[in-house]
């Protein structure tokens, strides 16, 4: 596909008047670094971190969502559809996930309206990262800094101009009057994207991982693994991919609606069984399962893994669990046989 470019000062301009016709939202900053804000303009976008603290996932599977509102006879209603929108500056790790979770919920032929109506809804404009953090792995797991799976379109920052690479329609539109970009600048993207991917040097044999984790399952390591785990549950909300929810219906003065709201499978009650049977009260059970759910449910169910490597688990845990140290245990030992 075609690639094209845009001179910083056409950007902003894009982007303003982005911002005057729809939803946009960027980047912003605050007291954790960055985060994700609705912005008016330009000015207000904060690209100085390397990523978000929370994910993207919000945009199309957002934390808490009306499914159905009552009215007082207790008829169900269809919520107000979702606005248009488009996101700025996401990076590839997210965009990534955010394939994965199209992916995931619409497996067996079943489609979440909910998920759908949302991603059409919305143009996700992607930058590719220049620059990598000591907990990105993205490229251990298939990924790369300038990855574009899952993006309409795709900038790459070349200091006073940015290439442009379109994937869907959505991104077509957006770019299109835009000069074509010559090879001293498809040159320069694919330099780029080589510093940034030589600074990731770990390398995971997810192949290997498949074969190793239900020989490990019922293992005595995840005792080891799990110890430091307080449940707190960090990990699986600042996940790009987890996608565990709960329903609940809340009546507040006389008005009851229907949500969906965020799980964690690292909450003792998320697995309680209605007959008070919890299979995974054990820590390590829970633990085991998070592991296993990334590296080889997923992959069972919909043929992906579920981690893009952007780190956030690492950077969040309060116990310093780092889900990079689990994988290379568990590799080292269960060596194939």
Known sequence: MKKYLLTRQELSQLLDRLAKETNLYAPVKDKTGATWGKVKNTAEVHLEEVNTREPAKGFIFPRCEVLLRFDQKG??????????????????????????????????GKTDPYVKARREKTTFIGLACNRTAPTCFCLALGGSPHDATGMDLLLTDLGDLFLAEPLTAKGEKLIAGYPEAKNEHLTAGAKLRKKAEAEIPLRIDTAKLQEVLPKAFASKIWETLALNCVNCGAC??????????????ETVRGSTVRCRVWDSCQFTLYSRHASGHNPRLDPRAR????????FYYTVEQAGVISCVGCGRCIIACPANIDIRTTVERLLKEFPEE
């Open 75 to 108: 008829n169900a209603l269809e919520p107000e559809p979702p606005e248009e929108q488009i996101v700025f500056g996401i990076r590839p790790c997210d965009a990534r996930a955010i394939a994965f979770l199209e992916k995931f919920y619409t497996i067996e």
């Open 236 to 249: 699986t909300f600042l996940c790009p991919t987890c996608h565990c929810f709960d329903v609940t219906d």
């Open 287 to 294: 633990y085991r399962n998070r592991v296993m759910d990334k």
